[in-house]
């Protein structure tokens, strides 16, 4: 159930009220509801991202998945997706946003006129208006209205663990010993170490036209 004070405290948490924060909102109330799952305090949910837009946010706050705990799973393919699955069984849910959810003319014309510095005052005050009232349409419609959600079961990594930390001979910062690498028969930190690319070809479209 749409809660007012949580929505309030995710707003507190993310800075500011916007449509996407309430994408993740919604996507996070409605499978902590459908899954009858609580807060995560430990691992006992995951929770995969396919963004990194305002939505994890809420995410992070309404469901207790975060990044530090190593129950946030990043995938950067660019969609308003999010998926929520017990690591007891793994067993979830997936939500994506439907195209043409957050569809609206004149709030994108205002959006553009916003971000480029040519927005008047009441343009700006309108702009604010619809972007608030968007964030509410996602929050309070049903989830049907702009969601499709699909169960899954999904195979989870295993849970995050504390790893040695090694010196880089190089820059003399520590670094986690599974991302460590060998430079000059040294322990380097990625920063440090040289990436091989004898075998790597990189070609231009110049190059490619005129093979």
Partial sequence: MFNKEDWERAVEFHGHV?????IGFKASVEALQN????RSE??????????????????????????????LIFRDVGKQAFSFVLRKNGKGLRYILKPGALTHDEHRKLMERVIGGKASREETEKFRELHDSLAQKIIQEPLEDNFTQAPITIT??????????LTCSFCQEGVMEPRAKVKDGEIS??????????????????DISGI
Avoid: H
């Fill in 42 to 71: 430990d691992e006992e949910m995951v929770a995969i991202v396919e963004n990194d837009a305002c939505g994890v946010d809420a995410v992070q706050w309404v469901t207790g998945c975060t990044m530090g705990k190593g129950n």
């Fill in 18 to 22: 916007c449509p996407g924060l309430a």
């Fill in 189 to 206: 930190c990625p920063d440090c170490a040289d990436e091989y690319k004898a075998r790597v070809l990189c070609l231009s479209e110049k």
């Fill in 35 to 38: 899954l009858k799952e609580e």
């Fill in 156 to 165: 989870l990594p295993p849970k995050a663990r504390i790893f040695p930390t």
